[in-house]
């Protein structure tokens, strides 16, 4: 399905291949005492309200903690939501189809699914194929999901958005496999941040995930998480905020680190920034190639033992 909207590789069966979380032991059986904890809880109004309220001020005080980020603080109207995936249809409820959607070539296979799914009704072009003007939107992660870096053209782009008032969505998914990054949001284009623990823990089937904005822009997600509402999953949650609490936000980048770089020069690949990346750039791996010079390849399944490869 996914190959059939995108021309994205398959790469469910390739060791090296897709973008998972690593199941490593620590944070894994962290989550399963936590789960056995709380799976039995009973959630009232006011403690599902302050388990949210908690949730929020951690998650808000620990994903950016060891990166220089610069204006942050003004992000601070938050959602819960399921993952980021649900960020980003509300993103494209508000702006589709009365603006063209931009996107970079090896982006998240949700957007390129969009743009596929959508095109009678869809105006849509790549990033590098036309000029960013008046109308569009832009969707873009950070780290970017084909490299694991810091997008080079970020800056600029931001610029000319802030210039043309083209409203911006900042996927911020796999910032924890990473450390000490430089980032400005103070840029006005920016409506929305995202993220998720989806791929720094083993928590991708509990879909915890943030909205963060500057203003208030009141559309459901704004009315499922109102005060004593709180129509979201509160044991997610509750679950998010405790590993939050036990593990720094660059736990599992110091942890793996080394192993990276070991494998990145035994395979011949650039490291990436985030932690769980190596970078292609002499078309070993071009089987994976999702459109773009260079190409991804992803450690995980192999460090934990779901997948075998032999270096």
């Not at 903690?65 to 819960?80: D, L, M, Q």
């Not at 070991?262 to 999702?290: T, W």
């Amino acid at each position: 399905m996914v190959a059939n909207y995108t021309n994205l590789p398959k790469t469910e069966g390739e060791p090296l291949g897709g973008a998972y979380g690593i199941y490593d032991p620590e944070t894994l059986n962290y989550r399963d005492l936590l789960i056995s904890q709380y799976s039995k809880s009973y959630f009232t109004p006011q403690n599902s309200e302050n388990i949210k309220n908690e949730f929020f001020e951690t998650y808000i005080n620990w994903m950016l903690k060891s990166h220089n980020v610069k204006g942050f603080e003004k992000f601070n109207k938050a959602c819960f939501t399921n993952g980021t995936r649900e960020s980003f249809e509300y993103f494209y409820l508000k702006h589709l189809p009365t603006k063209r959607l931009r996107l970079a070539k090896g982006e998240y296979f949700f957007h390129q699914m969009m743009k596929g799914i959508h095109k009678d009704y869809a105006k849509f072009s790549w990033l590098d194929e036309d000029p960013l003007k008046k109308g569009d939107f832009v969707l873009i992660s950070v780290p970017f999901s084909d490299t694991g870096n810091i997008p080079k053209f970020i800056n600029d782009m931001l610029s000319t958005c802030d210039e043309l008032k083209i409203p911006v969505m900042l996927d911020l998914a796999y910032i924890n496999l990473a450390k000490d990054l430089s980032l400005d949001l103070n840029y006005k284009c920016i409506e929305y941040i995202t993220s998720s623990l989806s791929k720094v823990f083993p928590l991708e089937f509990h879909r915890i995930g943030i909205r963060l904005q500057r203003e208030i822009f009141d559309d459901q997600l704004y009315v499922v998480n109102e005060p004593f509402h709180n129509y979201i999953n509160i044991f997610s949650a509750k679950l998010g905020l405790e590993m939050m609490k036990k593990f720094t936000p660059d736990f599992i980048f110091n942890k793996y680190r080394s192993k990276q770089i070991e494998f990145c020069q035994k395979l011949n690949l650039q490291a990436s920034d985030c932690v769980i990346f190596g970078i292609d750039h002499n078309n070993r791996f071009s089987h994976l190639n999702r459109g773009n010079k260079t190409t991804r390849v992803c450690f995980s399944r192999i460090w934990d033992g779901r997948m075998e490869y032999d270096l």
